[in-house]
């Protein structure tokens, strides 16, 4: 099960997944290792399309084995066409002998321990070469002109359906590649251990016969599947070093949003302050200009009348506390001009009714 988790971020909305307790989560189906019982009838055994290997083809596998006599065949191809024993005593192509018992010194892995498996081949190069933990064991040179038979069985668990050289160990990933992989790439493959089971992007399309498809054959005896231990524990570690990953990444979000919302406070209170002395600013403009307006029409010579075409009274109702305020100046006013509107017509008669007399005069 996964667990969501929400961080509220004014105003990021952050999700973070995190896994939950158990490795059956996540997807361990390519973590499965088969274990072969050792007896001559637990084995898989199935005809591919090697058409795209007849003339170049890697061999790529993890196997750990578990006994030691008799020498131990985890895989085998159209039977002597190709095929290797866990303890190297035969690693053939092309039923060759020239490699049989010259490379056990490099097969030291001690038993139940895991160690990894490549071999490559090409036409062009004529070079067939065994790799055991990334490093060339040995190579041998192959007739010039021989291809990889088609039409073949390939047998994992034994040497034949049913015959000696059983296995009777375990194995994890077994891939064929159409092409020679260089010794860069089969030390890639085997650095990340056998709990690593992605492919280096590059070689997936070069991927003929998958490990993940070998795992839905039929199968014959006493071939079991099992995750081994190891590889849950690295998969549990794995996924609590992206989980804690994960939350360092938004905890590191999180603390800029902080910061970047204290900045937006502040932001916010310097424009709010500046919003104010701008209001002040404008009531004190507003108030100069009219100071300035009704000064401009006294001094001017215009009548007493047209202090009414200022912004103050035009268009507006005659008032009581108007009428106090010009009484006090104005020999002649009177209070029938209370709610009087200050039009153009009004001011025009008032001016005629008075005699055309100057603020001036007055």
Not at 80 to 91: A, C, H, I, V
Not at 180 to 196: D, Q, W
Not at 259 to 275: S, Y
Request: aromatic share 12%; hydrophobic share 35%.
């Amino acid at each position: 099960m996964f667990r969501l988790i929400l961080f509220v971020l004014s105003p990021i909305f952050v999700f973070v997944t995190l896994p939950g307790n158990s490795v059956a989560d996540s997807d361990t189906k390519s973590y499965t290792t088969l274990r072969f019982a050792y007896d001559a009838s637990s084995f898989i055994s199935f005809q591919p399309d090697m058409n795209l290997l007849t003339e170049k083809f890697s061999i790529c596998l993890w196997i750990r084995k578990l006994q030691s006599g008799n020498n131990p065949c985890p895989f085998a191809y159209h039977s002597n066409e190709l095929f290797m024993t866990d303890n190297g005593y035969y690693n053939r192509l092309f039923s060759s002998t020239s490699l049989d018992g010259t490379l056990t010194s490099k097969f030291t892995t001690p038993i139940g321990t895991w160690f990894n498996y490549c071999s490559t081949w090409s036409l062009a190069s004529r070079t067939f070469k065994v790799y055991v933990n990334g490093v060339l064991a040995g190579s041998q040179t192959t007739p010039s002109g021989r291809r990889l038979q088609t039409g073949g069985a390939l047998v994992l668990g034994s040497m034949r359906a049913r015959s000696g050289h059983h296995f009777g160990g375990e194995m994890l990933n077994f891939n064929m590649f159409s092409k020679e992989l260089t010794a860069t790439e089969v030390a890639t493959i085997s650095s990340g251990g056998h709990c690593t089971t992605e492919i280096p992007e590059q070689l997936e399309e070069y991927r003929v016969i998958k490990w993940e498809e070998i795992l839905k054959l039929s199968r014959s005896g006493a071939v079991q599947d099992f995750i081994d231990p190891i590889c849950k524990l690295d998969v549990a570690l794995s996924s609590l070093n992206k989980t804690q990953t994960e939350l360092t990444n938004v905890q590191g979000l999180f603390n800029s949003t902080q910061e970047e919302l204290v900045a937006v406070r502040g932001e916010l209170g310097t424009t709010e302050g500046e919003l104010n002395e701008t209001k002040l600013e404008l009531e004190e403009t507003k108030l100069e200009l009219k100071n300035v307006t009704e000064s401009s029409l006294l001094k001017r010579n215009m009548t007493k009348w047209d202090i009414f075409y200022s912004p103050t009274y035009y268009n507006k109702n005659f008032t009581g506390p108007l009428y106090q305020q010009l009484r006090a100046s104005w020999d002649s006013i009177s209070s029938k001009l209370f709610g009087v509107t200050m039009t153009d017509t009004a001011i025009t008669l008032m001016k005629n009714v008075d005699g055309d007399q100057s603020c001036g005069d007055e």
